[in-house]
């Protein structure tokens, strides 16, 4: 097989997590637009990522966040994002590297990217998606922003239940 000396798998990816951080910086500036927010899955022990010891021990692999209502301070540079959300009540700063995230999701319009994780030989190929599997959109109470823990008995429910009436 001929070698890639362009990279072009690299570019993709390079390119992808640019549409996540473009959307990421918007949301920062202006807010989140309409009925859109997002879901955002990240490795908890990637390299970079900063949680408290509370959520790092709910979450020690991976860790689901939703922006939609209940967020700020929402920073955004070349490699990272800094996000403030509330889990049961009781504020966190994340700090997460746009290399340690897994999927991103937009149920509002049904758009989705997913990345394989750095670490695996698949490393340097990232696919867009249309939607992600049913366990990415899992039920989680809106008033809490809890985050949700994927593969761990989560429930699919319609996207609905969430919206403002």
Do not use: C
Not at 50 to 58: G, I, M, N
Request: glycine share 6%; net charge negative; proline share 8%.
């Amino acid at each position: 097989m001929t070698t890639d000396h362009i990279r072009y798998d690299v570019l993709a990816r390079d390119a992808l997590r640019g549409v996540l951080k473009h959307v990421l910086s918007d949301a920062a500036e202006h807010g989140l637009p309409g009925e859109h927010h997002f879901y955002i899955t990240f490795l908890s022990k990637a390299e970079g990522v900063k949680l408290s010891p509370r959520l790092l021990s709910q979450y020690p692999q991976e860790m689901t966040v939703i922006l939609q209502h209940q967020f700020w301070d929402l920073v955004v540079t070349d490699d990272r994002f800094e996000v403030g959300l509330s889990f049961n009540g009781i504020p966190e700063r994340l700090v997460i590297p746009f290399s340690a995230i897994k999927s991103f999701f937009d149920p509002s319009v049904q758009f989705g990217l997913q990345f394989e994780p750095v670490d695996t030989p698949a490393a340097e190929t990232e696919t867009p998606v249309e939607t992600l599997p049913p366990a990415a959109v899992a039920e989680t109470p809106a008033e809490t922003d809890e985050p949700v823990k994927q593969g761990e008995g989560a429930e699919v429910v319609r996207l609905d239940r969430f919206r403002k009436k």
